[in-house]
C-alpha cells in the first residue's frame, strides 16, 4: 500500500511540478497517465526515494519516505525502472545484472545467478547476455532495464514510460510481463500513451501540472465520455458544433471524423461507443475548458 | 552488516573491472613498465653488465658500510622516482571521472534509487580505485624487477619492493582517494580531470614542493608527497645509517595526506547527504 498526502513538489527554479497531490495505491497494477510534465516522473522519483518533496508525506507499505531509515527499508522493496535509464557500457549485460543484484542486497552468488539466468529469458536477452551493453540496442537496452527492475523481486515496481522505445511486438511481451508481475506486487506504471494502460491497469490516475484530475477504473474514465463520441462523415469540410477532433479518416466519398462533443446536428452523426483514449482527451479537454 | 559488505566487495570488483576495461590505466601501466625496462637495458648498455658489478662492488668497498648499495640506490633513483611522479600527478586526473561517470553515463537514477548507503558508495569507488592501481603497479613492479635484475644485476630486492610497493600503496591510496572524492561533484568526465589538474596544480605551486624535507609542515599537505616519493633518494647511499623503514618525515607526509583523505570523505559525504536531502 502506498499512501500519497499532500504531496508538493517545487524545483530549484521554481517549478511546481507537483502541487498537493493525494494518492492512494494498492495492489496490482496502477496506471499514471498525463501529458509530457505532468509531473509523472516526478512523482515517481520522490516514491523510488530519488529525491525529496516539498511538502507532504509519502508511506511505502508503511514506511515513512521522510526518514532516511524509512527510505532505506522502502528501497530494499523496491524494482525501478527510471525513464532514461544509463548503462555501463563496458559491462556485459549478466555483469550489469549481477552488479545490480548486489547492490539490491542479494548476498549470495547462486541465487543471483538463478535470477539472473531466469530474467534473461524472460527478456530475451540470453544470446547476447555477455556483450558488452555498449553494443545494446535501443530495444536490447530498454529490456534490460526491464529486468534489472525484477531483480531480488521487488514488493513495488515503478517503471517510467517502460514503452518508449520498444517495437509493438516487445510492447505487447512487455505487457504481459508485467501483468504477471502484478499478480506478486503493486505496479505503477507511467505513460503518455493512454492505450499502453487500457490493457492492463484495473485502477488509474490522470495527472496534469501535478494535480489528480481523475481517479478510478478505466471504465469510469471511459463513461464519463459516453454519448459524447460521434462520427461524422463529411465530403472534407470539418463538422459544425462544439467539437474536437480525435481522428480523421480519407474515405472515397468523403472524410469521416471521430470527434468528442456535441455536433451542431446529429443527422448522419454515428455514436460510438468510447474508448479510453475518448475518455483521457475528454478530461483533459473539459479541465483546460474549466480552466 | 551482511549485505554491506556484500556491496562494498560488489562496487569494488566491478568498478576494478570497469576501470581496467577503460584502457587509460592499462595504457598508462603499459608506459611505465616500457619507460622502467627500457632505462633497464639503456643502463646495461651504457655500463656494461660486468662494469656496473665492478663499479658497485669498487665504490661499496671504498666507502665502507653503507645504507643502502649503489646499485639498489640507482635502481630505485632511475625506476621508482618517475613511477612516483606518475602515481602522484597522472593518476589522479586519470581516476577523478570515478564517480562524475555516474553522473555522466546517467546510472546515478538508478543507483539513487537503491539500497545503498552513501558511505559504502563511497568507501567502494575508493578502494576500487586503490585496487585497480595498485594491480597495475604490482605488474609494472614484478616487470621491472625482473629486467633491471636481469639486464643490469643482482640488487637489494627488499629495498626495492618496499620502496615500490610501499610507495605505491601510499600514493594511490592518498593521491588517488582524493582526486575521487575531489572531483565527486563535477558532472562530466572533462570537468572531472580539469577540477583535479587546477588543484594538483595550486597545491603544488602554493603549497611549496619540499624535496629538502625539513620537517616543513605546510609543504607537506601538498600533494607532491615528497617526503614518500622521495624516500630513500633523499638518504646519502654512502652514510653508515640505514635507510629507516619509515623516517619521520616520511611518517608525517602519511599522516597528513590521511588527515587530508579523511576531511575529504568527510565533506563529500555529508554533502551527498544534504544533496539527497535536498535533491
Ligand atoms: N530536475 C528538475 N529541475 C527543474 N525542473 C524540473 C526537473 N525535473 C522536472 N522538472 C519540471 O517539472 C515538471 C514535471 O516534470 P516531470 O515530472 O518530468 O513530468 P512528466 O514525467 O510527467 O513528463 C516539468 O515542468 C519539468 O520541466
Ligand atoms: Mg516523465
Known amino acids: ?291 | 552488516m551482511h549485505v554491506t559488505i556484500s556491496q562494498l566487495s560488489g562496487i569494488v570488483a566491478y568498478e576494478f573491472r570497469m576501470h581496467w576495461r577503460r584502457r587509460s590505466l592499462l595504457v598508462v601501466t603499459l608506459a611505465m613498465t616500457l619507460i622502467t625496462v627500457v632505462l633497464a637495458v639503456v643502463t646495461a648498455g651504457e655500463m656494461g653488465q660486468d662494469s656496473m658489478r665492478q663499479l658497485v662492488s669498487q665504490l661499496d668497498q671504498e666507502q665502507g658500510a653503507h645504507g643502502i648499495d649503489v646499485l639498489t640506490f640507482t635502481i630505485l633513483f632511475a625506476t621508482w622516482a618517475p613511477v612516483g611522479g606518475a602515481l602522484a600527478f597522472v593518476l589522479p586526473v586519470l581516476v577523478a571521472d570515478t564517480i562524475p561517470l555516474d553522473e555522466q553515463l546517467r546510472t546515478r537514477e538508478l543507483l539513487d534509487s537503491l539500497p545503498l548507503a552513501i558511505g559504502v558508495y563511497l568507501a567502494g569507488k575508493v578502494a576500487g580505485v586503490f585496487m585497480a592501481a595498485m594491480t597495475g603497479i604490482v605488474f609494472a613492479a614484478g616487470a621491472t624487477a625482473i629486467s633491471w635484475w636481469v639486464f643490469v644485476g643482482p640488487y637489494d630486492l627488499v629495498s626495492y619492493l618496499q620502496m615500490w610497493l610501499l610507495g605505491s600503496g601510499a600514493l594511490i591510496a592518498l593521491n588517488g582517494s582524493l582526486a575521487v572524492l575531489l572531483a565527486a561533484g563535477q558532472p562530466t568526465r572533462r570537468r572531472a580531470a580539469l577540477l583535479i589538474i587546477m588543484i594538483w596544480g595550486v597545491g603544488v605551486v602554493a603549497l611549496g614542493s619540499v624535496l629538502a624535507g625539513d620537517s616543513n609542515l605546510v609543504a607537506y599537505l601538498s600533494p607532491m608527497r615528497a617526503p614518500i616519493i622521495m624516500r630513500y633518494t633523499r638518504f646519502d647511499a654512502y652514510s653508515s645509517t640505514p635507510v629507516p623503514f619509515l623516517s619521520a618525515d616520511t611518517a608525517q607526509a602519511l599522516a597528513i595526506g590521511l588527515i587530508e583523505v579523511i576531511i575529504a570523505a568527510l565533506v563529500v559525504w555529508s554533502w551527498m547527504r544534504r544533496r539527497a536531502q535536498r535533491a
Open chain 1, 1 to 291: 500500500m502506498i499512501e500519497i498526502h499532500d504531496l508538493t513538489k517545487t524545483y530549484v527554479g521554481g517549478v511546481r511540478a507537483l502541487d498537493g497531490l493525494d494518492l492512494e495505491v494498492g495492489s496490482g497494477m496502477f496506471g499514471l497517465v498525463g501529458p509530457n510534465g505532468a509531473g509523472k516522473t516526478t512523482l515517481m522519483r520522490i516514491l523510488a526515494g530519488i529525491i525529496q518533496p516539498t511538502s507532504g508525506t509519502v508511506r511505502v507499505f508503511g514506511h515513512d519516505l521522510h526518514t532516511v531509515a524509512g527510505r532505506m527499508a522502502a528501497k530494499a522493496l523496491l524494482g525501478y525502472l527510471p525513464q532514461d535509464l544509463g548503462l555501463y557500457p563496458n559491462l556485459t549485460g549478466r555483469e550489469f545484472l549481477d552488479y545490480i543484484a548486489i547492490l539490491k542486497g542479494i548476498t549470495e552468488a547462486g541465487e543471483r545467478r538463478r535470477q539472473i539466468e531466469r530474467l534473461l529469458e524472460e527478456v530475451r536477452l540470453v544470446d547476447v547476455a555477455d556483450r558488452k551493453l555498449k553494443t545494446y540496442s535501443g530495444g536490447m537496452r530498454r529490456r534490460i532495464g526491464v529486468a534489472q527492475a525484477l531483480l531480488g523481486d521487488p514488493k513495488l515496481l515503478i517503471v517510467d514510460e517502460p514503452t518508449v522505445g520498444l517495437d509493438p511486438e516487445e510492447r505487447v511481451r512487455f505487457r504481459n510481463l508485467l501483468s504477471e508481475m502484478a499478480a506478486r506486487c503493486t505496479i505503477i506504471l507511467s505513460t503518455h500513451i493512454v492505450e499502453d494502460i487500457s490493457h492492463s491497469c484495473n485502477d488509474l490516475a490522470v495527472i496534469s501540472q501535478g494535480r489528480a484530475l481523475f481517479r478510478g477504473a478505466p471504465a469510469d474514465l471511459i463513461e464519463q465520455v459516453r454519448g459524447h463520441v460521434w462520427a461524422i462523415t463529411t465530403a472534407g469540410e470539418r463538422p459544425a458544433g462544439d467539437l474536437m477532433v480525435v481522428s480523421t479518416l480519407q474515405l472515397q466519398h468523403g472524410v469521416q471524423y471521430r470527434v468528442l462533443g456535441a455536433p451542431a446536428s446529429t443527422d448522419g452523426a454515428l455514436a460510438l461507443e468510447p474508448s479510453l483514449e475518448d475518455g483521457y482527451i475528454w478530461l483533459m479537454r473539459q479541465r483546460r475548458g474549466a480552466a
